[in-house]
């Protein structure tokens, strides 16, 4: 909807002092100065006004009529990197000193940025926060003047997929999920030699010459052969779900970095809160994780419903990824939601802090001090994995700010 208003706060007081200085001085000779003075300034503001309306309906006409140029919204955005969007303008030469910007107005927490590209055309670059997943995007688009008078305003809705995944920040590498996605962590002497090569035992008759230690041999002048550890074969299949709830972003990157390092095997399903199904392939399974950052209503827990609809046979473990501050969803996960096999909660953070009390003037004087981030102190953290420790085969807390992998009393892993 255009803006019904065009003046602003500037040219609302430029025409306030106008009309003071026109209505209380009369015609002596500093009475004549300050009413041409007075005169000037209402052209200046009158001329500004008409060429901001008429730039802006003139600009409005020529933006919804033109066709949809968009090439980036099939494909994913990164959060916390410039994107370009593909979406783009020719330059405002109708009027001078008349300029245009927009932002965009859904899906929120997404910021625009205008650069000219070397044909002189402006170009829209977006920096999302958090994942999200929408169908349309809505613009608002400004036509103002270099003064800051004037300006002509309207919205822009287009049907566009928006689809932001959570950033990754230092996460790389999730070893221990795989030991917690299946039974191949710990060595087994009854299990198949299937583990990595970590047994060593001087050399016998029939042992592979390829496993010979041959520099250990050079130095010694002994034979010995490294040799795969026994561990029990890896599960059929993974059922993961990711929890939404205050803070999670964090999760959700590490849900991410589960699914494409391919973390948990091959045979999985995976759901997110706002996902009615559960996924079996990964760009599926990736928009799950985009979509469940609820746009508008939080989402319900879906947890007990994705466990009903997967087919539990053959299914060995279960995991869980959640936010470190998503207490309101640890009442569900105390009962394991009716999952009959091994169940893990995968905890994720945005930075350990140290808890320091602060000083008594400082608690007299000041409020607390709010960590933004999802980050939360190491004592808060290691309270909360006790609350959590008796409902879970395992608990493993990913902190994404640094990629370090902590167990169930914080010591680093």
Not at 12 to 29: D, I, K
Not at 50 to 60: A, E, H, M, N, R
Not at 98 to 125: G, H, M, N
Request: charged share 25%; aromatic share 6%.
């Amino acid at each position: 909807m255009a803006g019904l208003f065009p003046l602003t706060a500037r040219g609302l007081v430029v025409l306030v002092c106008v009309a003071l200085a026109l209505r209380l001085f009369g015609y002596g000779a500093m009475d004549l100065m300050v009413f041409a003075l007075g005169v000037c300034a209402l052209v200046i503001l009158l001329g500004c006004l008409f060429s901001v309306v008429i730039c802006g309906l003139v600009l409005q006409r020529r933006i919804q009529g033109a066709p949809d140029r968009e090439t980036g919204g099939s494909r994913a955005f990164e959060a916390g990197f410039p994107n370009e969007t593909g979406f783009s303008l020719p330059p405002v030469g109708l009027l001078p000193l008349v300029r245009l910007q927009w932002s965009w107005q859904y899906p929120d927490r997404v910021e625009s940025r205008i650069r000219t590209a070397p044909d002189d055309r402006l170009e829209e670059e977006i920096t999302p926060r958090e994942r999200c997943l929408s169908s349309r995007v809505t613009r608002r688009f400004e036509v103002s003047d270099v003064l800051g008078l004037c300006r002509y305003s309207w919205r822009l809705r287009r049907d566009r997929e928006c689809y932001v995944l959570p950033r990754i920040n230092t996460l790389n590498k999730l070893p221990l999920l795989h030991s917690l996605a299946a039974e191949d962590g710990l060595p087994r002497q009854s299990g198949e030699p299937v583990g990595d090569r970590m047994e060593i035992r001087p050399y016998v008759a029939g042992d592979s010459v390829r496993d010979i230690l041959w520099k250990n041999y050079a130095r010694t002048r002994q034979l010995n052969v490294r040799l795969r550890e026994r561990s029990v074969a890896q599960g059929q299949r993974i059922l993961a779900y990711l929890l939404s709830g205050p803070d999670d972003e964090a999760a959700a990157a590490v849900a991410r970095m589960a699914l494409e390092s391919g973390a948990l095997g091959e045979d999985w399903q995976f759901s997110a809160d706002g996902t009615e199904t559960p996924c079996g392939e990964i760009d599926s399974a990736l928009r799950a994780v985009a979509r469940s950052r609820a746009l508008g209503q939080p989402h319900s827990p879906g947890l007990e419903r994705f466990l009903a609809q997967v087919d539990q046979r053959g299914a060995s473990h279960c995991i869980v990824f959640a936010g470190a501050k998503a207490l309101a969803a640890s009442g569900a996960l105390r009962h394991g939601g009716g999952f009959r096999g091994r169940f893990s909660l995968v905890l994720a953070t945005d930075g350990l802090e140290e808890s320091r009390r602060p000083p008594r003037w400082r608690r007299w004087l000041l409020r607390p001090e709010q960590r933004p981030g999802g980050g939360g102190s190491r004592s808060e953290l290691l309270v909360l994995c006790r609350q959590l420790r008796g409902a879970h085969a395992s608990i493993m807390l990913v902190d994404r700010a640094t990629g370090i992998c902590y167990d169930d009393n914080l010591r680093r892993i």
